[in-house]
């Protein structure tokens, strides 16, 4: 089916093209991503879930990830059923992605979606750009789409591109109509695949030239909205699983004006997802920062107030 369903934000875890789509998103839910090596295990867990609902409100979306085809965990798939963290699990698996296009995973993945609860979310090889070509992904995304929903129909399957390394003088970029794995849609799953789309963004001070200074909205981003204009049309939910604004350079700015001014603009974009980076110098809300992170008050008010216009 079509999302009609609202924005969802988190704080940043073989069929026919028949295939039925998952669960409507909700209008508006807001989560917390956290983890210190993108692994299950490494210090996403759903304790430090609940740390951050304690400084940024009732976060309702929790990314997990693992990198070898692990089921989900029991601390992830307890914090969905008890704390209503709903579970986003990003996996990648232990073939090749040439293997899983062929269907040697095929076991593993349906493993792990039968592991997962109805209606929540699940994304294979999250950010593939550096590790394969678009034709490699489209292919082993497709099947693992497929696979997925045979076992679990209600499952939400999204592919993730980190959106925020297609900048100008970017390797990965050419932008020339020629194609060759270099240009966005190259790696575009067709929307017969994908249940939403998700596009990582990342910005702060000491790139400047390369990103936006901060704080800006997500829209004054050009990478984002290359993204946007590539994928708005394709009849799919758009999701920011994974959002870090850092200001590292001198006097450290509040990250409340960009983070009001993007909802403005998300939530009349079709965007459902939205999940805020909590590492190194992206951290908001926290109780205790590591470093490179910083205090930010009104940005820490500015995500409260998206969380509270959150719906279950």
Known sequence: MRFAAPLVVALVTVAAAATPAGAALPTLAVGATTSAADTVGSGNTCAGFLDERTNLGALGIRRVFASAGQLPPNDALNCHNNNGAGLWFSFKTSCTPTAVAAGSCDTEIQNIAAAMPANSYLTYFHEPENDMTGVQFVAAFSRAYTVAKAVKPSLNVVPIYMSYQWRTGSTKVTNN????????????????????????????????????????????????????????????????????????????????????????????????????????????????????????????????????????
């Open 177 to 312: 109509g020629t194609g060759g794995d270099y240009e966005i849609q190259d790696w575009l799953v067709p929307a017969a695949y994908a249940d939403a789309y998700g596009f990582d963004l990342y910005w702060q001070a000491s790139t400047r030239g390369s990103e936006p200074d901060d704080p800006v909205a997500v829209n004054a981003d050009p990478r984002m909205t290359r993204w946007y204009n590539a994928v708005s049309g394709l009849g799919r939910p758009l999701t920011l699983p994974e959002w870090g604004i850092d200001d590292d350079q001198g006097t450290r700015a509040s990250r409340g004006p960009a983070i009001r001014a993007s909802r403005t603009w998300l939530t009349s974009h079709n965007f459902h997802i939205v999940a805020y980076w909590q590492m190194d110098n992206w951290y908001l809300g926290a109780s205790t920062f590591p470093a490179g992170g910083y205090a930010d008050p009104d940005g820490v008010a500015a995500y409260q107030e998206l969380v509270a216009a959150a719906t279950p």
